[in-house]
């Protein structure tokens, strides 16, 4: 395996890592004039995590290179679904400081740019929007997306909305002051739960497929859609009584078939309504 041209415009984020893998394999690595410091840096990580027999070895090798261990096990990714790992590439997508990165993912100073470098090169390209939304984010931007794919939705909000909004998106917040007293909280409440409502109304748009069939349901609903917003910014400022009734009425704008379970809204005229099955995501219109 060598080195990607650098014309290729198909080349993997991980492209080094890849690379040093496949040395580290190599009785006697062939070095290429593009295998750069991090590709032999990853060549001595993966050597060494490949001669590990136990946790006392894995521990060993954390002490020794903590920013690369560290780099692989967010790739990786220790748990399922790799929550962690999607928030850190959609902040490097939203072109976010890698300390800031850092600090917010709990992460060691040296281990973002190490994850930049082996597993997620794409600081040097992100002006290439097409590449950005093709090669890195994928397909499912543009069709096939579901409630599911979260690591898709954030890192569309980071790249095309920035930092701010992947916080806000994140946190469920609107980014106000936490309440100091008693009075406060209705109004932190009402702003976070207008903030939510946004966010999965702009998930529900870009969950919505259109058909031949469904492109007259999917005209009303965006007619609805835009008649209620002006109920909902209202509503948000009268306190969370009114927002819940905005929302409510809403919801009943939309046609009974809406509320019914069924197949995907380009199997059928009908839509379907179902909650998010993990946190951060919203409601799937189809």
């Not at 415009?9 to 290429?32: D, G, K, M």
């Not at 096939?144 to 690591?151: I, P, V």
């Not at 946190?171 to 936490?178: D, I, R």
């Not at 905005?246 to 019914?260: F, H, I, Q, V």
Request: with cysteine.
């Amino acid at each position: 395996m060598l080195p990607p041209s650098p014309h290729d415009p198909f080349v993997e984020p991980s492209w080094r890592w890849l690379r040093a893998c496949f040395l580290a394999e190599q009785a006697e690595p062939a070095w290429h004039p593009q295998d750069d410091s991090w590709v032999r840096r990853a060549v001595t990580f993966a050597a060494a995590r490949g001669r590990c027999c136990d946790e006392a070895d894995q521990n060993r090798l954390a002490d020794e290179m903590p920013e690369l261990y560290q780099a692989h096990r967010l790739f990786h990714g220790a748990s399922s679904p790799p929550l962690l790992r999607w928030g850190a590439e959609a902040r490097l997508l939203a072109r976010e400081p890698l300390d800031a990165i850092a600090r917010k993912c709990g992460l060691l100073p040296g281990t973002v740019e190490a994850y930049t470098k082996l597993f997620f090169d794409v600081l040097g390209r992100l002006d290439a929007d097409t590449w950005v939304y093709c090669q890195v984010i994928g397909s499912k931007a543009f069709h096939g997306m579901t409630e599911q794919d979260l690591g898709i939705w954030w890192k569309l909000v980071g790249y095309g909305l920035g930092p701010v909004a992947l916080d806000i998106l994140l946190h469920c917040a609107p980014g106000l002051p936490p309440p100091e007293t008693l009075a406060g909280i209705d109004e932190a409440l009402a702003g976070a739960a207008a903030s939510l409502f946004r966010w999965k109304e702009l998930l529900a748009v870009h969950l919505l497929p259109v058909t031949r069939e469904t492109a007259g349901e999917v005209l009303r609903l965006a007619a609805q859609f835009r008649a209620s917003a002006g109920r909902a910014e209202k509503a948000t400022e009268q306190g969370p009584a009114s927002l819940q009734a905005a929302a409510a009425n809403l919801l009943g704008d939309l046609p009974a078939s809406a509320s019914r379970p069924g197949p995907p809204l380009g199997d059928r005229p009908g839509r379907r309504k179902s909650e998010p099955a993990a946190h951060g995501a919203g409601r799937e219109v189809a």
